[in-house]
């Protein structure tokens, strides 16, 4: 049994788990410190430590962090959703408090979702996947086993599986990156918000019940009008479907990819998204690919966090 | 030294390589067969035969073909290019007809480029790069160094690498495979031709040279154009360069790609395609990509496929 750590922008969850099963024994949680780095460590130290305290025989540790690593994992960088942090040592900082644990492994949280995914979940049984996370921005991880490699697919610095920024339209909806078209610029949870906004504001004579939420619209509350049987919210996921698929058709088309596994909270959405997406993916791939390119749903929510960040430190990726 | 084998579809190629330094020490050559994959083998087991009785001690035989591959490579599935072939078991063909070689592989065209490319030419001191063929049509082969595994990047069935076919626009330029907005549908050769073409006859306020070469318009004559100082000509190739940059962002944000290698007949455009690449590539990708992406072109041209193909028995991808 290992300690899994999913790092959040607002929460940080700690879970025990066996690494056998993907069991959650025992879990815990408490609020993401506004304060940085150094802060974070020496909450989770804490947290560890109670923990070790009733599980004392683990002494291993894996980390989930919403941002990207350098190439060594030995940095965070710029993660967009902590206060405070830039390029941030947190392997070290944790290894400093807690030196009772043999040791301790941080990885980005799609890459680390992913190997929950490919451990227990839905990418089980597969040699290849791409794990798509839509959640406030849009990230994914490549799983590939290619010869004697098996894991996650890291690239030239690390920083594969950026499945956010394929852009589908270079004269497209401009994205925060400076591109244009990516898929984050459409499905990413504020984009979307905003262009159904747009939407409902340019044309009056769309009638939804979406109008009444104008001023705090998500993509949870379109998805709960749509199932409601409004007509223009179930639209605005049969567009985020179909677009995705296109985006998904290029990773399909270049990494001869089958599966797409989708998870975060966008993709709770559900089938009209799903249906849209599969459509879309199929038309566009290459013909050989048609029959066997596949969507997934993540079998893990919220926990793939802590399950996989466990992994981490059974399976070196 | 073995012999490495390139199967065009107008030239079949042959060539004895010293693989530790890539040098071809005796090449030889002949008409590609309009009859089929049986065909092509005998002819090739007749050539190989001779070369075997000047070089006695070569033993191996690579081989690189138009076409995609089946995951095990036993199986050459419909290239294009070859006359008659479908689903051809060419290496066991060679098998039969070669008792004497104690062993034979082939593999597709572009993912032999990419080996000799790492081997001795633009590659060769990277861990990862992806190859661009900028010919008949766009291909491309991924080449990756991830842990335990080093090689041609293959995915779930083999066929990774398909470049050609990433979209930058999903209301673009149609595509013979069914799609839209595929980088080939702007880049291949026919593509480019035909679309210079149709400009050139849309707009009559347009001088170009180009005018009395309407019938016959191929990249090269376009270049030459170029090359001459022709200013639409030159706007081609600025235009092409520009949209080979968006797909190749797209490459970079997902694999974490930072080399772009090169080569294939349009390539011979030269600077104005690879400046203007270069330049909407570094626009286009994250920005921790923008100081480190980069194009090279490729340091072999018409023997890369000889070269590589005789790599392939030495290094097994």
């Keep these: 049994m290992f300690l899994g750590v999913d790092i959040g922008g607002t929460t940080i969850k700690l879970g025990v788990v066996d690494v056998s099963s993907g069991a959650v024994v025992a879990e815990s949680s408490f609020p993401t410190p506004k304060t940085g780095s150094r802060d974070t460590a020496t909450d989770i130290a804490e947290h560890a430590r109670d923990i070790k305290s009733?599980?004392?025989?683990?002494?291993?540790?894996?980390?989930?962090?919403?941002?990207?690593?350098n190439r060594d994992r030995s940095l965070v960088r710029y993660p967009p959703n902590l206060v405070g942090w830039k390029e941030e040592p947190l392997e070290r900082y944790l290894t400093e408090s807690l030196p009772e644990f043999?040791?301790?492994?941080?990885?980005?949280?799609?890459?680390?979702?992913?190997?929950?995914?490919?451990?227990?979940?839905?990418?089980r049984e597969l040699s290849h996947f791409l794990l798509v996370?839509?959640?406030?921005?849009?990230?994914?991880?490549?799983y590939s086993n290619e010869g004697p490699f098996k894991g996650i697919y890291r690239g030239?610095?690390?920083?594969?599986?950026?499945?956010g920024h394929m852009s589908i339209d270079i004269n497209g909806a401009p994205c925060q990156c400076g591109s244009r078209g990516c898929i984050e610029a459409y499905l990413g949870q504020q984009y979307l918000s905003e262009r159904t906004r747009k939407k409902l504001q340019i044309d009056?004579?769309?009638?939804?019940?979406?109008?009444d939420r104008l001023s705090d619209l998500t993509p949870k509350i379109i998805a709960s009008a749509m199932h409601q049987g409004d007509e223009f919210a179930t639209q605005?996921?049969?567009e985020a479907g179909m677009l995705l698929g296109c985006a998904l058709a290029n990773v399909a088309n270049l990494l001869d990819m089958h599966v797409f596994i989708l998870g975060g909270g966008v993709a709770e959405a559900g089938d009209v998204l799903f249906r849209a997406a599969q459509t879309s993916l199929r038309a566009?791939?290459?013909?050989?690919?048609?029959?066997?390119?596949?969507?997934r749903k993540a079998h893990f929510g919220n926990?793939?966090?802590?399950?996989?960040?466990?992994?981490?430190?059974?399976?070196?990726?």
């Design 156 to 163: 030239a610095s690390g920083g594969a599986g950026e499945f």
């Design 204 to 211: 009056p004579s769309i009638h939804s019940i979406l109008r």
């Design 54 to 69: 009733a599980f004392p025989e683990i002494d291993r540790i894996g980390v989930g962090v919403p941002g990207a690593m």
């Design 284 to 295: 566009r791939v290459l013909a050989n690919l048609r029959p066997v390119v596949e969507i």
């Design 303 to 317: 926990q793939a966090g802590i399950i996989g960040a466990a992994m981490l430190v059974r399976d070196p990726l």
């Design 102 to 123: 043999r040791r301790i492994e941080v990885d980005n949280d799609a890459k680390v979702a992913a190997l929950a995914e490919a451990s227990f979940g839905a990418g």
């Design 236 to 238: 605005v996921f049969e």
């Design 133 to 142: 996370t839509l959640g406030t921005g849009v990230g994914g991880a490549i």
